[in-house]
């Protein structure tokens, strides 16, 4: 007897505090605080005895899959595709769109326990409730298996050429009655136009010279090449990185001196509180920096590696891509765009993405085929001043 009535005690106990627990939890979710661990994307922060949401390197990942969402219109897969190319992977499209849907990325709470309202949270604001709301707009308007306007394959360089005569972009149209494509400088009366498959013919000759065709163990000698030589320019960012660690030294000493003071009395509450701040803040800028150095340097042979891949057929990868894949690589190589001349015939680049660069390079000195890029009026003289000129870019930013 006495051992059910602890037991039903037990119970109620329990329900009591279920009860108490739920209650809690709305009037956390009220206030704006999240309950419990927020999605991917973001850390948490303590501050001041209270949990603080900030986005971190993923979010702002993240933020980027909305805008692509937002400003191009692309497919989840793609954007999965893109994400994972910048080192997040998300095991499938379900997801993108779960994560595409979520409000909490806009500043805003839902939860069961608010009963379909929506309440605004104090979490860091990942992407304007505007951006959000096209992105979702979108996802609503899409029906299954959407897929990118055909007529665009034709004309994948539009936007990416640039007139050499006056710097504006090329459209692309297509005249139905020829049923052809044409690129076409967008300032009135310029006149420079070229027929698309002309110039798309001439993009894939020019990624020859970027494909990897030599054998296994060419491939091999490019690839230690390539790092090697990377890593030599890396030299100086590692100097950057002994720097910024000296510092991160100097500054938490700094605190640890600030802290000494105040408890000896040195120095009032007022200008502890003030310097404290100042030097917090001095110290998570040198972190952030350090954090990204080591990111870099570290991630070189990594990229190097997803570089070479890329090469291996890399015409073909892009004749046989969508659209917006083909804008994507063609962005990734050439950061700057190709300029057409209507009068001469002739393309030009002012960039080129140093990692290909030198893998284009460094299989020409290997094959002893110097021939440099004709069709981007690189002789080989001029190609190899372009490889000792370029500094280092990971082909993952600007993506
Ligand atoms: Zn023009």
């Not at 993923?58 to 954007?79: P, Q, Y």
């Not at 690839?223 to 590692?238: D, H, L, S, Y």
Request: charged share 30%.
């Amino acid at each position: 007897m006495q051992q059910k009535l602890l037991f039903l005690f037990g119970e109620f106990d329990n329900q009591l505090r279920k009860q108490k627990c739920t209650a809690g939890i709305k009037e956390c979710l009220l206030r704006g605080d999240w309950p419990t661990a927020p999605p991917m994307g973001f850390d948490i922060i303590k501050d001041g005895g209270r949990r603080r949401f900030i986005v971190n390197s993923k979010g702002r990942l993240i933020r980027k899959a909305f805008e692509w969402k937002a400003r191009e219109n692309v497919t989840n897969e793609v954007i999965r595709e893109r994400l994972e190319f910048h080192g997040l992977k998300i095991k499938n499209n379900q997801r993108i769109s779960e994560i595409l849907r979520n409000p909490f990325y806009c500043g805003m709470l839902a939860h069961n326990m608010l009963e379909g309202k929506i309440v605004k949270g104090n979490q860091e604001i990942l992407i304007s409730r505007e951006i959000f709301l096209k992105v979702n707009g979108k996802l609503d308007q899409l029906p299954r298996g959407y897929n990118i306007n055909e007529e665009n394959v034709e004309i994948p360089l539009k936007r990416f050429l640039s007139c050499d005569g006056c710097g504006k972009a090329m459209r692309g149209y297509e005249v139905k009655k020829k049923r052809k494509h044409y690129y076409k400088c967008s300032t009135k009366g310029c006149n420079n136009n070229k027929s698309a498959e002309v110039l798309n013919a001439r993009f894939v000759h020019i990624l020859k010279y970027f494909e990897i065709n030599v054998a296994k163990d060419l491939l091999n000698l490019l690839r230690e090449q390539v790092v090697a030589t990377f890593n030599q320019m890396a030299i100086g960012k590692k100097d950057a990185y002994q720097e910024l660690s000296v510092q991160h030294k100097e500054i938490l000493a700094k605190i640890i001196r600030l802290e000494e003071r105040f408890v000896e009395e040195d120095i009032e509450r007022e200008l502890y509180r003030r310097y404290r701040l100042k030097y917090d803040i001095e110290k998570e800028e040198i972190e952030k920096n350090l954090l990204l150095l080591s990111k870099q340097v570290s991630n070189l042979e990594k990229v190097t590696n997803i570089a070479l891949k890329f090469c291996i057929e890399l015409p073909k990868k892009w004749f046989f891509a969508d659209y917006h894949t083909k804008q994507q690589l063609q962005q990734l190589l050439f950061p700057s765009g190709i300029f057409y001349d209507k009068k001469s015939d002739k393309c030009r680049t002012f960039k080129i993405n140093s990692v290909f660069l030198y893998v284009a390079y460094i299989q020409q000195v290997i094959t002893k085929k110097k021939s440099g890029i004709p069709e981007l009026c690189l002789e080989y003289s001029a190609f190899s001043a372009l490889v000792a000129g370029s500094r280092i870019e990971l082909p993952t930013s600007g993506l």
